[in-house]
Every structure is written in structure tokens, then in C-alpha cells.
């Protein structure tokens, strides 16, 4: 089991940051693959960024050039910096792990997920 904590939501606008983080209470952390999704209200829940355990990264194409995942191991957690945020980019945020190398695209191969934290951003 995996327990996962999400940080770091609130209310920004347009143009401004946050950073996301993610502990995990597992020592193994650092083996497994780390993803961002994100669900805003009458969607689908909706991939965002994810990292591997050795560092390679991924994006969806809305958020790419704009947000950064990255991972530190020694502390069991995983960021996501969300810079030039837009309207469209409110919702509710979930990290969650895979354990097993699969598509990180597809939250059908998560295996634990957090209990969220919103991101709101006003125009």
C-alpha cells in the first residue's frame, strides 16, 4: 500500500505559478513511475505529466512548455511547477503511482492515487 499526499493548490490568476508536491509513504519510491492528472468539473479525469523512475519525463501537449514534473527521492515526493497558468488549467489535481512500467498516459495502469488538491485560476 501506498498512501499519497497532495500540497500545494489554491487560487492563482492568469500568468501566475504554483508548485504541486506529492509525498508518498513508501521507501520504494523511487522505482516507480510518478504521474500528474488532473479532473475538472463534468470531465473525464485527464492525463497531465508523469516521471519515470529514472528521471524521463512526459507531458500532455496543453501543458507542455509551461509545466515541469520532477522528482526527489531522498524525500519520497514528486513536484509539478505550473507556470503562465490559464483559466482552462482549473481543476481538481491527483498524483498518482505506477508500479509496474506501463503507459503513462493511461490512469487505468495507476495503481494509487491521492486525494487530490484543487488549482484554481481566475481570468
Known amino acids: 500500500q501506498v498512501q499519497l499526499v497532495e500540497s500545494g493548490g489554491g487560487l492563482v490568476q492568469a500568468g501566475g505559478s504554483l508548485r504541486l508536491s506529492c509525498a508518498a509513504s513508501?521507501?520504494?519510491?523511487?522505482?516507480?513511475?510518478m504521474g500528474w492528472f488532473r479532473q475538472a468539473p463534468g470531465k473525464e479525469r485527464e492525463f497531465v505529466a508523469a516521471?519515470?523512475?529514472?528521471?524521463?519525463?512526459g507531458y500532455a501537449d496543453s501543458v507542455k512548455g509551461r509545466f515541469t514534473i520532477s522528482r526527489d527521492n531522498a524525500k519520497n515526493t514528486v513536484y509539478l511547477q505550473m507556470n503562465s497558468l490559464k483559466p482552462e488549467d482549473t481543476a481538481v489535481y491527483y498524483c498518482?503511482?505506477?508500479?509496474?512500467?506501463?503507459?503513462?498516459?493511461?490512469?487505468?495502469?495507476?495503481?494509487?492515487w491521492g486525494q487530490g488538491t484543487q488549482v484554481t485560476v481566475s481570468s
Open positions: 513508501r521507501r520504494t519510491f523511487s522505482t516507480y513511475a
Open positions: 498518482a503511482v505506477q508500479r509496474s512500467l506501463g503507459s503513462l498516459t493511461d490512469t487505468r495502469l495507476y495503481d494509487y
Open positions: 516521471i519515470t523512475s529514472g528521471g524521463s519525463t
